[in-house]
């Protein structure tokens, strides 16, 4: 079979996302989308069937070849579809394949798994009770650095194999309501339903597509050569680290749609309950970390106040180190804004086989990162109980090799540093061919600073009007 591929500009209308810097069709994002193949559903992600075959004289990018249609999506850079190579019979037959592997998991759960969930949970509240109570105590300094110690790692379960896991729905099947993503909540900042709203619903959707996975960056920075350059990108790697350190406060806002909050895109009617319920989970965790558990302590007030500090630092830390990881180290790819039109299960998996990273390492390294260390594997089957990743990955593997697919994989240092690297190498504009990338930011600046005096000339002038 022969693929034929024409370049073709991106889809878009003129409503404009200016926190992603990028154009945003809002007409897409609507009910019929959501019940596209592989949509995680905020209790659970139950597949949907295949979305019809793209028509013809709905994209005139449709090509009949030997018969077998197929439509090949190239990005805006002209960089080609990474699935090229793939015909239409190979795609839904690697489609079928990784249907059956994920039913073949889904069939297997019992009770083996439910003691496996039930365990974590018991020893992770173990494990913050025992710490917490060892901090009463933090006025010394060795009880200070192992209750410290101790609160940051179950904050990290809490968060990795607990909270984004049951969440995502891995453990509903138990019909267990206090194991539940319509009833958990987490030791986080963003309330539950709102990050379910943004990571489920969205995220998983629109995997790496660029204009539509706001995930890309989180509207704060550069991460693929398709995205365009603003000015402001040159400080993406302190945005970056600001956002690590800070992460689950990143999230919330992130979670919240603050920038549509702020500019009035999103109607108070809309936006006062999500601020309302942003507030309350705040006014929870400082509570929580930074006034009852430290008056608890006594004279050990401050320290206790601290290590409560330190420990969600670390967590946070490394939780954002995880999640670059997963999603941003080179290798990964992104997808055209219009490669979803039309996209059928089989497509939908190839898409988050090669928007995804993994991280290499032992069962602590896939324990800690709450499995997200098989982030390809997740993103395929985001409703698997994640103790199961493990054991798929090596046939996931297997598939990728099959077909061509790459599979992106590494270290946590290996995986980390390239993510970083991208930050920095994308905080830079692209080279162009009279323009060298100094030519490039200076015109920037340039354009910045006659933009201000212009807006301002316009001010002083509508006073004195």
Request: proline share 7%; with cysteine; charged share 20%.
């Amino acid at each position: 079979m022969t693929l034929v591929a024409e370049p073709h500009p991106v889809a878009t209308d003129h409503t404009t996302d200016d926190t992603a810097g990028l154009t945003v069709d809002r007409a897409h994002v609507d009910r019929a989308h959501v019940d596209r193949p592989g949509y995680a559903h905020p209790a659970g992600a139950a597949f949907a069937p295949p979305a019809p075959p793209v028509d013809a004289r709905v994209n005139p990018h449709l090509r009949l070849v030997d018969g077998k249609q197929r439509v090949l999506h190239p990005k805006p850079s002209g960089r080609p579809d990474p699935t090229a190579h793939l015909s239409a019979a190979d795609i839904e037959a690697l489609g079928r394949e990784l249907d059956a592997l994920r039913q073949e998991v889904m069939d297997s759960r019992g009770a083996s798994d439910a003691a496996y969930i039930r365990r974590v949970i018991a020893f992770n509240r173990y494990l913050e009770l025992v710490s917490r109570a060892i901090l009463l105590f933090s006025l010394f300094p060795p009880a200070w650095f192992v209750g410290t110690a101790g609160l940051s790692v179950a904050k990290i379960i809490d968060n990795m194999e607990l909270g984004h896991n049951i969440l995502h729905g891995q453990w509903d099947w138990m019909r267990d309501p206090k194991i539940h993503s319509t009833t958990w909540d987490w030791d986080h900042v963003s309330p539950a339903k709102q990050w379910k709203e943004s990571h489920n619903e969205t995220h998983h959707t629109y995997t790496n597509v660029l204009g539509r996975d706001n995930d890309l960056g989180y509207g704060i920075m550069r991460v693929d050569a398709d995205q365009p350059w603003k000015l402001s990108n040159l400080g993406q790697p302190l945005y970056s680290f600001i956002n690590a350190l800070f992460f689950e406060w990143g999230i919330a806002s992130y979670d919240l749609k603050l920038h549509d909050v702020i500019t009035g895109k999103m109607p108070k009617e809309e936006s006062k309950p999500r601020v309302d319920l942003l507030l309350k989970k705040m006014r929870r965790q400082v509570l929580k970390d930074y006034v009852v558990h430290p008056l608890l302590s006594g004279p050990s007030f401050f320290p206790t106040m601290g290590a409560n500090f330190v420990a969600t630092i670390i967590r946070n830390l490394w939780s954002n180190g995880v999640i670059l990881c997963g999603h941003f180290p080179f290798g990964v790819d992104t997808f055209a804004y219009d490669s979803i039109e039309g996209e059928t299960r089989g497509e939908w998996y190839v898409r988050q086989m090669l928007g995804s990273a993994n991280i290499s390492g032992g069962w602590l390294v896939h324990f800690m990162s709450g499995n997200l260390s098989h982030q390809i594997e997740h993103h395929l089957f985001p409703d698997l109980p994640s103790n199961h990743y493990a054991k798929v990955a090596p046939r996931v593997r297997e598939i990728c090799d099959r077909y061509g697919l790459h599979y992106v994989t590494g270290s946590y240092p290996r995986q980390l540093a390239s993510a970083w690297a991208k930050v920095f190498y994308y905080a830079l504009p692209d080279k162009e061919p009279d323009r060298t990338r100094a030519q490039i930011v200076a015109s920037a600046v340039k354009d910045a600073v006659a933009n201000r005096k212009a807006m301002r000339a316009a001010k002083r002038a509508a006073k004195f009007a």
